[in-house]
């Protein structure tokens, strides 16, 4: 039964903290800013320069939203059965927490254009990099040994997900609904972490790992 999640799993707790922070962000970010479209706006956008309480939302939204996602990946090791090139699937999901330490140190400009200031250009980098770097890293978590094909193709799903939803979100014709694609890939990242419940040891359901 090694593709079972079990009720006792350390990472649970850090798991619904990190959902529920990353929902609540966007609803805070409705209240504070009367004028924000989730529909139109990127997530980076509630702590654009010169917007509304910019520099706020990523003290006290993004930088702790990136070391609960941290906190996630971290006590999860441990408790998961990745070796090898899985292992390496397992790293480059600290893309995710990257991002948006990359959207509070380095905000986008009122608008998040393609060209912008250096903080935006650093900004377009970032984001760029994290969100393919943690798609790969979603694709290649199918490789974890002992993993069921229901799981398997769970990641790989998600993974496209991810990259083909980036390359959507930044086409200019797609403009008007850019933030509601971003959101989707948002949700598409929280499933990926939910996903490593899945990927525990057997020796946790008391079987053997051989």
């Known amino acids: 039964m090694e593709n079972t999640p079990t009720k006792s799993s350390p990472v649970m707790p850090q798991l619904i903290i990190l959902t529920l922070f990353w929902?609540?962000?966007?609803?805070?970010?409705?209240?504070?800013?009367?004028d924000f479209s989730h529909v139109s706006q990127y997530i980076s956008e509630i702590n654009a320069t010169g917007s509304t309480a910019a520099g706020a939302f990523g003290w006290v939204g993004f930088i702790p939203l990136a070391m609960v996602s941290f906190g996630v990946l971290l006590t999860a090791r441990p408790h998961l059965r990745v070796k090898g090139i899985s292992h390496i699937?397992?790293?480059?999901?600290?893309?995710?927490?990257?991002?948006?330490?990359?959207?509070?140190?380095?905000?986008?400009?009122?608008?998040?254009?393609?060209?912008?200031?250096?903080?935006?250009?650093?900004?377009?980098?970032i984001s760029m990099v994290s969100y393919f770097g943690f798609a790969l890293g979603?694709?290649?978590?199918?490789?974890?040994?002992?993993?069921?094909?229901?799981?398997?193709?769970?990641?790989?799903?998600?993974?496209?997900?991810?990259a083909l939803g980036f390359v959507l979100m930044i086409n200019p014709e797609l403009a008007e609904v850019r933030g509601a694609i971003q959101r989707y890939i948002g949700i598409a990242q929280l499933v990926v972490f939910w996903l490593l419940l899945w990927l525990k040891p057997a020796e946790a359901d008391g079987g053997s790992n051989e």
């Open 23 to 34: 929902i609540g962000l966007q609803l805070v970010a409705t209240w504070v800013k009367d």
């Open 89 to 125: 699937g397992w790293s480059l999901l600290f893309f995710y927490p990257v991002a948006y330490l990359g959207a509070a140190l380095a905000p986008c400009d009122l608008g998040c254009p393609t060209d912008g200031s250096s903080s935006q250009a650093l900004h377009n980098i």
């Open 138 to 162: 979603a694709f290649l978590l199918t490789f974890t040994p002992k993993t069921t094909w229901p799981v398997r193709c769970a990641f790989v799903l998600l993974s496209v997900i991810i």
